[in-house]
């Protein structure tokens, strides 16, 4: 019995290991083909991108995970002599913090609200803002359009930004998470003479950083990745984040493609490594507890 029990623990960690190899395999590919010479990169993925009238790949393509000799040229290229790609860089920074940060603000203000405020008012709206967290934003991108267009905001960073701030899937977690907080806790402060502003300040917030740390990392990469909400709403190019520019790289720059997708996967890397622990603790507590 102990043998079965051993032998399928092994096998679920080889599974384990499997998988996540294959999760991770693209990451790293990026990275060490950002560190080939353009000559290398075009020897062995030439031929991916040298197609036939249909579309078809016309010969294999070798995979290498180690390059036969290390070269910064291409990050060179991209951060030095191409100003554009940092240029990007900057928009997407400034795209996405105002969102992480209002968004977060906005939440937590929503999530006390439900959590204090009892009645049928109180579910039936939060029942719709469950609704409108199920929908695609492919959705509301449309009506995000038309309401931009009337505000006068489009081909702003402002119609990304705002519709961005007022997200509902943070305002689902947080409340979730907040009502694990023990009543009677809330109760004796209010006994104390703490007010309601001084019971979420100093109660509610503290106790729900863990949350706030797991939905800053998931708004910051879903933002971050961000691809169809430009293309729609920021028709100008100059103002279009790097997510964007990278899909229009022409064949005869991959070796740069390859270092600035490596350059724009940092800060979500750093971000989630950071609070990694967090963000499982967040989700989990969020999940834990019936509204």
Known sequence: MKKKHLFGRALAFVLCLVFAVLFLLPTVLTFTNSLMTEAEIKANYGKVFSTTGGGYISAKVNLKLIPDKVSLSQYFNGLVRSPQYLLKYWNSIFLVLPIVIFQLAVA?????????????????????????????????????????????ILNTRWSIILPGIFAPFSVFLLTKFMRRIPFAVIEAAKVDGASEWQIFTRICLPQCGSALYSIAILVFIDYWNMVEQPLVLLQ????????????????????LAFAMATVYMIPSLLLFLHGEAYLVEGIAGSGSVKG
């Open 108 to 152: 937590s203000v929503a999530a006390y609200s439900f959590t204090r405020w009892r009645g049928k008012i109180r579910d039936g709206l939060f029942f719709f803002y469950v609704i409108l967290m199920l929908m695609p934003y492919q959705v509301t991108l449309v009506p995000n359009y038309l309401v931009s267009k009337w505000l006068g």
């Open 236 to 255: 100008n190019a100059d103002e279009q984040p790097l997510s964007v520019f990278l899909s229009s790289i022409n064949a005869g720059e991959i070796g």
